[in-house]
């Protein structure tokens, strides 16, 4: 279901004096390369910012993708990360 709000619990336009956290984006391509040996593949494309050059990474490892994720997330959650 599509929303045009924020969810709740997020900061809106109801918050004018907090400024906007900055935007960013990940992409995540996964794939089978059935004749190799770990056969899973992952490109990750993001930044930080809108303005920002996109980084790409690419890893056979599924927990590289979720720590990677984790990472990138960090700036964007205000809390310290914990491993």
Same mark, same amino acid.
């Given at each position: 279901?599509?929303? !045009?709000? *924020?969810?709740?619990?997020? $900061? %809106? !336009?109801?918050?004018?004096?907090?400024?906007? *956290?900055?935007? %960013?984006?990940?992409?995540? @391509?996964?794939?089978?390369?059935?004749?190799? $040996?770990?056969?899973? @593949?992952? @490109?990750?494309? #993001? $930044?930080? $910012?809108?303005?920002?050059?996109?980084?790409?990474? #690419?890893?056979?490892?599924?927990?590289?993708? /979720?720590?990677?994720? @984790?990472?990138? /997330?960090?700036?964007?959650?205000?809390?310290?990360?914990?491993?």
């Amino acid at each position: 279901m599509a929303q !045009d709000a *924020p969810p709740p619990g997020s $900061s %809106g !336009d109801d918050e004018p004096d907090q400024a906007a *956290p900055p935007m %960013g984006t990940m992409v995540i @391509r996964t794939w089978t390369e059935p004749n190799q $040996s770990p056969g899973f @593949r992952a @490109r990750m494309t #993001y $930044s930080h $910012s809108a303005t920002a050059e996109p980084k790409t990474m #690419y890893t056979v490892d599924p927990d590289e993708v /979720l720590d990677a994720v @984790r990472r990138w /997330l960090l700036p964007h959650t205000g809390t310290p990360h914990q491993a």
